[in-house]
């Protein structure tokens, strides 16, 4: 992050607040993008993260006028990637991934 210039509160709001919300890269995976902040040169903040897998509340347990039984509990989200884009990105092309990455991030756990 260091290298983009992003610190760990642009990464945080731009997972809250994304402009445009595509397909990760990586099976299992959300990418989200916020503009930069300089009209003269435009950029891009990308995020990578899996998303949090959701677990069922116990039944005993309700509350009155939601259904609580599927809602996210304790959710973290795993950023696997940050990046700053140079320019605008075109929309919605797919990115192949090499199978080496894709075989080390499943074995280690964060994509599924």
Known sequence: MVFYGLSPDRVKRTIRNPKRVEEGVAENTIAVMSAGT??????EVWVMYAAPKAR??????????????????????????AWRYPGVSPIGKAIPIPADILEELKSEGIID
């Open 56 to 81: 069922a509340k116990s039944p005993k347990l309700k509350v009155e006028g939601s259904d609580s039984k599927f809602k996210i509990q304790n959710s973290q989200f795993i950023v696997i990637s």
């Open 38 to 43: 300089n009209p003269k040169k435009p950029s």
